[in-house]
């Protein structure tokens, strides 16, 4: 399985990592990946950058070390009714991964959950539902995968949460089971702070191995296929955007 993209990634302007745009297009062209996508943190986390990073986000060209830099956020779930905190910031973005982030949203019960999920795909900028494997936010994986499904939204498999047993074990049997039951596609992404994480997608793969996860529902391992959901989004692909 080869992965050709990133689609989760931080910078220095969530000050809690660590390495410029720059760095980590670098990164992602040295580990022969074709897109990445700059995703910090939406305004209401509390070292996110402010909202002109947003609105300034077309100065970055669209090209650094041959990668397509996709410029996105990882738009926080603010309460139980999918509420995110990117009103002011969506035109501005190609990209977004919603996610569920203490303090942003408090543990609730899995029908809460499992609502605000449903509730956040109704927003079309919303591409990927960010580590939905967090034991503080239970959801009904059927009916959410199912939906994923319904909106063409990715499921993500987060290399970083791999420092947690709990969210190994969640994404083992209940999670991606649950996606290969329902046709649900995944993205495997690495949510790096730091850029020596770019593309580090070894243990995903080998996870995805262990459990024969299909192929086919690795929506980033494929260029085809990777490329197909960009366009169904709205989003340029390498090609058109160098033929421009
Ligand atoms: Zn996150
Ligand atoms: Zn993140």
Known sequence: MNFIADMHTHTIASTHAYSTVTE???????????????TDHGVKMEDAPHYWHFCNLRVIPDFLYGVRVIKGVEANIC?????LDTDEIERFVEWMVASMHYPCIMSGSEDDHTRAYLKVMENLKVAVLGHTDSEWYPY????VSKECVRRNVAMELNVSRFRSEASIKRLKKLILPACVRNGCSIMVNSDAHFHDKIGAFEKARQLLCEINFPSELVLNADIQRFEAFLKARGIKTNGETAAE
């Not at 009904?140 to 009916?143: E, G």
């Open 140 to 143: 009904d994986v059927d009916t």
């Open 79 to 83: 309460d139980y009714d999918g509420t």
């Open 24 to 38: 980590n297009a670098k990164a992602a062209a040295e580990r022969g990946l074709k897109y990445i996508a700059m």
